[in-house]
């Protein structure tokens, strides 16, 4: 009984919660698209600002991180085998060159 209670008691906290998050849009004139439309343009400009300068940033230190691990465990190996492995150190290099660019020319390419 009691983990019944529990179970309901969780239930109508997640649909408490759920609702406090819904927004709800309307459209005043019965234009359905002007307002899709509207919303779209207002956050637009939040995403683009959410992705230069959280997303991209975040992309680029996890890469910049992997190269330099990368680099090490290849001169270990070197000192090793006797042999250097270029090819994971290069497509780590041309992704991190990639990522760093991508602001640049993204948001041309989705037409943002």
Avoid at 13 to 27: D, E, G, I, N, R
Avoid at 39 to 54: G, L, P, R
Avoid at 70 to 75: E, V
Wanted: charged share 15%.
């Amino acid at each position: 009984m009691k983990t019944k209670k529990k179970l309901i008691a969780a239930a109508a906290s997640a649909m408490c919660f759920a609702a406090m998050l819904t927004t709800t849009v309307y459209a005043d004139t019965g234009d359905v698209a002007g307002a899709v439309t509207s919303t779209w343009t207002t956050a637009k400009s939040q995403i683009k600002s959410v992705v230069d300068n959280v997303v991209f940033p975040v992309i680029d230190v996890i890469l910049a991180i992997l190269l330099f691990v990368k680099i090490a465990t290849c001169y270990m190996d070197y000192r090793k085998h006797g042999q250097f492995e270029w090819t994971p150190v290069a497509i780590l290099f041309g992704c991190l060159i990639f990522a760093l660019t991508c602001p640049l020319y993204i948001w041309t390419v989705v037409s943002i």
